[in-house]
């Protein structure tokens, strides 16, 4: 089975209540949607509910992260292609499931540092990732105190695989943000 948009923000409600989490959730579904359209992806739209879901299981089973998401999500009929998807941006932190297909790998890649960019706009006098830009991400990402436990070796090792340079990856999934920015808590604040 497949989910439309309003099952899966069901489901994802139904398992967290953080406004961070969901915030996260929502950030990640739009970057996913933004490299969709990048990559002229038929499937947007699954694209997007993979990122959404991402992280379904962790607000309530942190120990078992990318490993009880399998199960809730089989419980329901999930097709297995959104399972393994969803899974693999796990890889070698929470599990061995390895992500493959090209959404897999962009999952793998912009969960980290869409919580890297979140963290820099937050620092930010405007608190947006509208006026942020690759110079002021990239100094921030240089810096290895600021946002410590952003793991910088998955972002690289994604981009690498996606066969993106870095730079790229960061200014799309900067542009992915601003998508969803009002939602997110991240649009224009100045008044």
Request: glycine share 6%.
């Amino acid at each position: 089975m497949r989910l439309n948009r309003e099952q899966a923000w069901n489901l994802l409600t139904e398992y967290n209540k953080t406004d961070s989490l969901l915030k996260h959730a929502l950030t990640v579904e739009g970057v996913m949607r933004h490299f969709a359209n990048l990559f002229g992806e038929e499937d947007i739209d699954k694209w997007a509910i993979i990122g959404l879901l991402h992280d379904l299981d962790y607000e309530k089973y942190p120990e078992q992260h990318c490993i009880k998401v399998q199960e809730i999500l089989r419980e329901r009929n999930i097709d297995e292609d959104y399972i393994h998807g969803i899974a693999s941006h796990g890889f070698e932190i929470c599990c061995d499931i390895e992500p493959i297909e090209r959404m897999e790998l962009v999952l793998y890649t912009i969960d980290e540092l869409t919580g890297l960019i979140t963290a820099a706009a937050l620092m930010r006098p405007s608190k947006s990732v509208m006026d942020i830009e690759l110079k002021s991400v990239k100094k921030k990402y240089k810096d290895k105190r600021f946002a410590a436990g952003v793991d910088r070796s998955i972002i690289e090792k994604g981009a690498s695989k996606l066969g993106m340079d870095l730079d790229t990856v960061i200014n799309e999934t900067i542009l992915g943000m601003r998508e969803v920015a009002e939602a997110i808590g991240l649009g224009n604040h100045e008044e």
